[in-house]
């Protein structure tokens, strides 16, 4: 059947999916296993995979932001005749809120981040932060449609100011970039929109 020429049921505001926002894995995790749409993340990591839960977001939710250069070609007369891409580039802003153990190795280096069994976890600040992890993302973007964002090679390279202050929540708020991935033939991040009224054949 031919889609109509206007569809309120594509329209949205993207939110964050009940069942979880987001989720962290180790480098070189394959995400083939997490792309059941019909699965929240809650559901993966209970399949005693490696997904660990980020948590809650930010109201903000995430921020996916393209970074392109382009080189201008003119011709004898000084006209742009082409203008091809010299560089593509991907990053993800995102807000986390809670204080636990997935967010704080993602954000400061697995390395940098242990606990001694007594109830203290010691985080180090240094420059060795910058490690590839698994991220996936999930989120509501209408009525009947989810959309999951699926990062296999993402590279924390920079944090936000952390303010602790009275009136707001402390939270983490790295941007990371998206790498080219063997898992998604080179694709930085790949995103998968399923329609929740499918029925199976």
Same mark, same amino acid.
């Given at each position: 059947?031919? *889609?109509?020429?206007?569809?309120?049921?594509?329209?949205?505001?993207?939110?964050?999916?009940?069942?979880?926002?987001?989720?962290?894995?180790?480098?070189?995790?394959?995400?083939?296993?997490?792309?059941?749409?019909?699965?929240?993340?809650?559901?993966?990591?209970?399949?005693?995979?490696?997904?660990?839960?980020?948590?809650?977001?930010? *109201?903000?939710?995430?921020?996916?932001?393209?970074?392109?250069?382009?080189?201008?070609?003119?011709?004898?007369?000084?006209?742009?005749?082409?203008?091809?891409?010299?560089?593509?580039?991907?990053?993800?802003?995102?807000? $986390?809120?809670?204080?636990?153990?997935?967010?704080?190795?993602?954000?400061?280096?697995?390395?940098?981040?242990?606990?001694?069994?007594?109830?203290?976890?010691?985080?180090?600040?240094?420059?060795?932060?910058?490690?590839?992890?698994?991220?996936? $993302?999930?989120?509501?973007?209408?009525?009947?449609?989810?959309?999951?964002?699926?990062?296999?090679?993402?590279?924390?390279?920079?944090?936000?100011?952390? *303010?602790m202050n009275n009136s707001d929540l402390a939270s983490y708020a790295p941007t990371i970039k998206c790498l080219p991935s063997?898992? $998604?033939?080179?694709?930085?991040?790949?995103?998968?929109?399923?329609?929740?009224?499918?029925?199976?054949?």
């Amino acid at each position: 059947m031919a *889609e109509s020429m206007l569809d309120t049921s594509n329209l949205g505001i993207a939110k964050g999916r009940e069942g979880g926002y987001a989720c962290v894995a180790p480098a070189g995790t394959d995400p083939t296993p997490f792309l059941d749409m019909t699965k929240t993340l809650a559901e993966l990591c209970k399949t005693g995979s490696s997904l660990q839960s980020l948590g809650y977001i930010s *109201e903000d939710g995430i921020t996916i932001a393209a970074d392109t250069d382009t080189d201008d070609i003119s011709d004898w007369s000084g006209v742009i005749v082409a203008s091809p891409m010299s560089s593509f580039g991907e990053t993800i802003e995102v807000n $986390f809120l809670e204080t636990r153990d997935s967010v704080l190795k993602s954000v400061y280096g697995d390395a940098n981040v242990t606990t001694d069994g007594k109830g203290t976890t010691t985080v180090r600040h240094n420059k060795n932060f910058t490690a590839s992890h698994l991220y996936i $993302f999930d989120c509501v973007v209408s009525d009947t449609k989810v959309k999951r964002v699926v990062v296999p090679n993402g590279v924390i390279v920079e944090r936000d100011d952390m *303010e602790m202050n009275n009136s707001d929540l402390a939270s983490y708020a790295p941007t990371i970039k998206c790498l080219p991935s063997d898992f $998604f033939d080179g694709d930085t991040m790949r995103e998968y929109i399923y329609d929740t009224t499918t029925v199976a054949a």
